[in-house]
């Protein structure tokens, strides 16, 4: 599989990017950008884990959807949800309207509020002293022995939907690895 794909504007980019602007304008201004906002890797999380299953177009589809139904991912707020938030959220058709997965991201912020939990500090003490993949030997991984890390500690404090491949994809996504193939543009 050939790492790289030229696109119709002539830019090289990773291979995994499609055609679909959405898809190009995310690769190319978010994706591997270090995150480093509560609500940022709030968000990260959830949309990571609602994801599960599926492709992230899919999720990034949506994404504006998410972040009006769950009003902005803030988890003091998310936190706060009762039954009857989880019902509006279950008859939602700008979201994924899977109830364990729902659940888990009001239970996952009820953990961040209730341990007081500084997201941006804990889940970037994961991220590998080396942030920038190899150019020798290139390959996308689905893990990382950083991201099993971080899945034992989030899961010990508490989160579901949260496994070693899920938080891989996360430390891509918020730039705690630094993932774009090398020849794309973005990763020079």
Known sequence: MSLLREHADGKTRCSWVTDDALYIDYHDAEWGQDTKTQVGLFEGICLEGF???LSWL???KRREGFRDAFRGFDPAVVAAFSQSDVDRLLADERIIRNGAKI???INNAQV????DLDLVDLMWSFAPSV??????GFSWKATSAESEALSRAL???GFSFVGPTTMYALMQSSGMIKDHAPGCFVRG
């Open 51 to 53: 994801q599960a299953g």
């Open 58 to 60: 899919t999720i990034l």
């Open 103 to 105: 659940r888990s991201a």
């Open 112 to 115: 961040v509020v209730e341990q």
């Open 131 to 136: 942030r920038l993949s190899s150019a020798d």
């Open 155 to 157: 899961k010990g404090l």
